[in-house]
């Protein structure tokens, strides 16, 4: 098994790349699953991560964990608190907007209550279209296929927000099963070598919640994505594997007034 792509890491937290595919713990939705993003870090690291924020399972990119319980609550109040940059790429279906906020208020998916009976809550996606393509092919009813590169930066931290956004919008992911379209994702996965949700997260930015610096992480795409990304004329947008940790910018006193 292929060691984990470890982005950075000190005394109180590390960054990883989460496989697409892979969940990050056990839960009642994980039956009969054996293989955990924890446990992994665990074996990996040989000392146990803790938690501070999520990914869905067929998502890929950038997860930060606490090495102890104390740091992942402060980096947990941190994401909550929404002091935290989140982009993300995604491969959509159609020519998406230039530019645009999303802002359709969205109810829990929480499982335990039928969906129309959670309250709607107030979700908001900056999304901006990077590239575009036209297939010579017939996917659907039209005999030309059109895809967008977007990138989505979530404001609020609904569940499957960005998938639900840019569904919603007429953008939906290619490959997600639960709000795309099968036909382009059968297209994708069978046509195209990519049977996987095309969304990844490429960039974290937080303060340390112990260092005197902001951590801010880029994290390549896998090879699928990347592979998509070339036949598609999209190199230009493929990020790369970066740390940066500026100082915390304190504001002066004249600021503060």
Same mark, same amino acid.
């Given at each position: 098994?292929?060691?984990?792509?470890?982005?950075?890491?000190?005394?109180?937290?590390?960054?990883?790349?989460?496989?697409?595919?892979?969940?990050?713990?056990?839960?009642?939705?994980?039956r009969g699953?054996?293989?955990?993003?924890?446990?992994?870090?665990?074996?990996?690291?040989?000392?146990?991560?803790?938690?501070v924020h999520?990914l869905?399972?067929p998502t890929?990119?950038v997860?930060?964990?606490?090495?102890?319980?104390?740091?992942a609550?402060?980096?947990s109040?941190? /994401?909550? $608190?929404?002091?935290?940059?989140? +982009?993300? *790429?995604?491969?959509?279906?159609?020519? @998406?907007?230039e530019?645009?906020? &999303?802002?359709?208020?969205?109810?829990?998916?929480?499982?335990?209550?039928p969906?129309?009976?959670?309250?709607?809550?107030?979700?908001?996606?900056?999304?901006?279209?990077?590239?575009?393509?036209?297939?010579?092919?017939?996917?659907?009813?039209?005999?030309?296929?059109?895809?967008?590169?977007?990138?989505?930066?979530?404001?609020?931290?609904?569940?499957?927000?960005?998938?639900?956004?840019?569904?919603?919008?007429?953008?939906p992911?290619?490959?997600?099963?639960?709000?795309?379209?099968?036909?382009?994702?059968?297209? /994708?996965? $069978?046509q195209?070598?990519?049977? +996987?949700? *095309?969304?990844?997260?490429?960039?974290? @930015?937080?303060?340390?919640?112990? &260092?005197d610096?902001?951590?801010?992480l880029?994290c390549?795409?896998d090879?699928?994505?990347?592979?998509?990304?070339?036949?598609?004329?999209?190199?230009?947008?493929?990020?790369?594997?970066?740390?940066?940790?500026?100082?915390?910018?304190?504001?002066?006193?004249?600021?503060?007034?």
């Open positions: 098994m292929q060691p984990l792509n470890i982005l950075y890491q000190d005394e109180h937290l590390v960054a990883v790349h989460k496989p697409s595919g892979l969940l990050v713990h056990r839960s009642a939705l994980a699953e054996t293989e955990f993003l924890l446990q992994r870090m665990r074996d990996q690291l040989g000392k146990r991560v803790y938690p999520r869905d399972r890929s990119g997860m930060v964990f606490g090495l102890s319980s104390e740091a609550a402060l980096l109040e941190g /994401f909550s $608190e929404r002091q935290v940059e989140k +982009r993300y *790429l995604a491969v959509v279906r159609g020519k @998406a907007p530019q645009e906020r &999303l802002d359709y208020p969205l109810r829990e998916e929480d499982g335990t209550r969906k129309a009976e959670m309250p709607a809550m107030p979700a908001m996606t900056d999304i901006r279209r990077l590239d575009s393509v036209e297939l010579p092919v017939q996917v659907d009813r039209y005999p030309v296929a059109r895809y967008s590169l977007v990138e989505a930066r979530p404001l609020t931290g609904r569940r499957h927000q960005i998938r639900r956004h840019l569904s919603r919008r007429g953008y992911i290619i490959g997600d099963a639960k709000h795309g379209k099968s036909v382009h994702n059968r297209f /994708f996965a $069978e195209m070598a990519a049977p +996987r949700l *095309l969304l990844a997260a490429t960039y974290l @930015a937080f303060d340390h919640p112990l &260092l610096k902001r951590i801010q880029s390549a795409v090879e699928t994505m990347k592979n998509l990304f070339e036949q598609f004329g999209w190199q230009g947008h493929l990020p790369l594997d970066s740390v940066r940790t500026p100082p915390i910018a304190t504001p002066s006193a004249l600021q503060a007034l």
